[in-house]
Structure formats: C-alpha cells, structure tokens
C-alpha cells in the first residue's frame, strides 16, 4: 500500500500478548540520567476490513517466553478469537522481521501465507487506512514513542543514521505523529480506546488516541 489510495478501511487493533521489566537505560543508545522502570510490552497485530483478516507479527510461545525470562500473558494467536477471528481461517501475515518475539507460532496458522520483507535490517512498517486516516505501525523501527519523539534510537540498531530515516520515513506515510504506533510501548494501551472485552489489553488504533 505505498500510494495514497486508501483502498480498503480496517479496522486495527494492538494485541498484548506479553511483557517485561526494563530499565530506561536498556532501551536508548546514549545514556539516560533519569533511570528508572521502562517496561516492554509485546503484541500483535490485526487488520480487519469487510472483505480480509491480516495479521501482522505472530508472537512467541510458552516455551520461548520460559528461555527468555519472558511474562507470557496468552497465546496471542488464540487471543485473536476474542476478536471474532478464526485463526485456522486467517490467509495472510505479515512478518515485520524474524526476531523471536514477531515470527513464533507459525504452525498455529495453518492457512497462511507468509509476507517477509527483511530482518533486523530491511524490517517492514505497516501502513494502513483505517477510517481515521493512514496509521503505520512500526514495529521494531520503533520501540517506544520515546525513541522516535527524541531521536535517541533503541540499542539494538544496525545504521544508526538508517534508524533515524527510518523515523522520518514513518512519519512521512502517517497522517500525523498521533497515528504512528510503535512496537513495544505500553504506552500505546493508555492512549488508545481499549476493548472492553479484553481485561489483558487490546487497543483500538483505528480510533483516535485519548492523550
Ligand atoms: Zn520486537
């Protein structure tokens, strides 16, 4: 979707599936002289129009949360029938890139077709209209609003000039700052309306956020 014909109008919504403790100081490059807490939360993706279900990024599972340390909340591929949407029916995802945390639990998506772009260099953006304009969902081009907002990438960084045309880049396919989501950012669930359905926590990002 790289014109500016909208096409299709989804609907999107940012599924938690897990999170973590972090410190400020793990998730910039330069030094932070307020450390304190910064935790991550991890999700996934789905793009809902009239006529097709996408999912972006397909999480990890229990076993890849128990090596990493990581709080495995729900699978977040069954999570997606909370969102009326069959998983053995879903036909396309996209991987952003094959980091553990986006391309796990493939087998569970027995109909798919997979769109890979790259990995950590060449990972993929998501545009999308959505009926509040274009939103772009970042991925890991952006873990938090902060990484972005101050220029000040996150560590793990292939071209750190790159990192940072990939901030313009991102913001010049959104309507506006407000309709770029980052990847990683717990953030994201308390500026958006939430489904009230979900006690773990999905956002609603084809509406406009609150703050
Ligand atoms: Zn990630």
New binding site residues.
């Given amino acids: 979707m790289r014109d500016d014909d909208p096409g299709e109008c989804y609907e999107v919504h940012a599924v938690k599936y897990a999170n973590m403790p972090r410190r400020r100081r793990d998730n910039f490059m330069s030094a932070d002289d307020h450390d304190g807490p910064m935790p991550m939360d991890?999700f996934v993706w789905l793009l809902k129009s009239p006529k097709r279900t996408i999912l972006v990024d397909t999480g990890f599972n229990a076993q890849t949360a128990e090596r990493r340390q990581r709080q495995l909340l729900r699978c977040p591929i069954d999570a997606l029938r909370l969102l009326g949407v069959d998983p053995d029916a879903i036909q396309d995802v996209v991987l952003t890139h094959l980091?553990y945390?986006?391309a796990g639990n493939i087998a569970k998506l027995p109909q798919a077709r997979f769109h890979v772009g790259g990995h950590t260099r060449g990972l993929q953006a998501v545009r999308v209209f959505t009926q509040r304009g274009w939103v772009v969902l970042a991925?890991?081009a952006s873990?938090y609003y902060e990484n972005m907002a101050e220029a000040r990438p996150f560590p793990i960084v292939f071209n750190v000039a790159d990192m940072l045309e990939g901030y313009r880049r991102l913001h010049a396919a959104a309507d506006s700052a407000q309709h770029v989501v980052p990847?990683?950012d717990p953030d994201v669930l308390r500026r958006y309306p939430r489904l009230a359905s979900d006690p773990i926590g999905t956002a609603m990002l084809h509406l406009a956020p609150t703050e």
């Fill in positions: 991890f980091h945390d986006h991925s890991d873990h990847g990683h």
